[in-house]
């Protein structure tokens, strides 16, 4: 039978991936306490959250979701979930890991929106920028887009006034040149 503990922990585990499409598996071992608690304030601050536990307490959690890392959880691992922002949780893993000399925590592959990826995928998603700075930076693509479109509607606008303006005064000279000849034919009669 087998440990309580182990079993509190399963399900522990189990609980925390019901729902998580974007998870890492990363090697934390060589990173101190105070390193590690770190890490994990910035994962959190993320919107992550960072898991250590067995190898194969993990295996057992993943394949119950159907998901097969076996040849990911070598040596040390633990599971980065990202809640909110897998690219932000990426970039911090990756800025962690750049802080030391040591390259820690180092990926060993991952689950991005249901769809298992390898570490260079994770290494471009981490270069992308937090979700908060893609958003900013589409928003600022869109509203000068839409600025410029609003420029060519009032320009078009003030075109077409200008011409019914223009056009209102040539239909004026049309009738006033037209008047003397309907009235001439008349008054000769």
Do not use: C, W
């Not at 925390?16 to 998870?23: C, E, K, R």
């Not at 979701?65 to 691992?77: I, N």
């Amino acid at each position: 039978m087998a440990n309580e503990k182990n079993q509190q922990n399963l399900s522990s585990l189990k609980g925390s991936l019901s729902g998580v499409d974007t998870f890492y598996v990363v090697d934390y071992q060589g990173l101190t306490a105070g390193q590690l608690s770190k890490l994990r304030k910035d994962i959190r601050e993320k919107g992550g959250q960072l898991i250590v536990a067995k190898n194969t307490l993990i295996n057992i959690a993943l394949q119950d979701g159907g998901r097969d890392f076996t040849d990911a959880l070598k040596g040390p691992s633990a599971l980065v979930l990202a809640h909110e922002d897998p690219a932000g949780v990426a970039k911090t893993l990756s800025d962690a890991a750049k802080a030391n000399d040591k390259g820690i925590p180092a990926m060993k592959g991952g689950l991005v929106e249901g769809n298992r990826v390898d570490v260079k995928v994770i290494e471009r998603l981490a270069s992308l920028g937090s979700k908060q700075s893609l958003q900013a930076e589409f928003v600022g693509v869109l509203s000068s887009h839409l600025s410029g479109f609003v420029g060519i509607l009032e320009a078009y606008k003030a075109k077409l006034e200008g011409g019914a303006s223009e056009g209102g005064s040539a239909d004026a000279v049309v009738a006033d040149a037209s008047a003397p000849e309907d009235s001439a034919p008349e008054a000769s009669v």
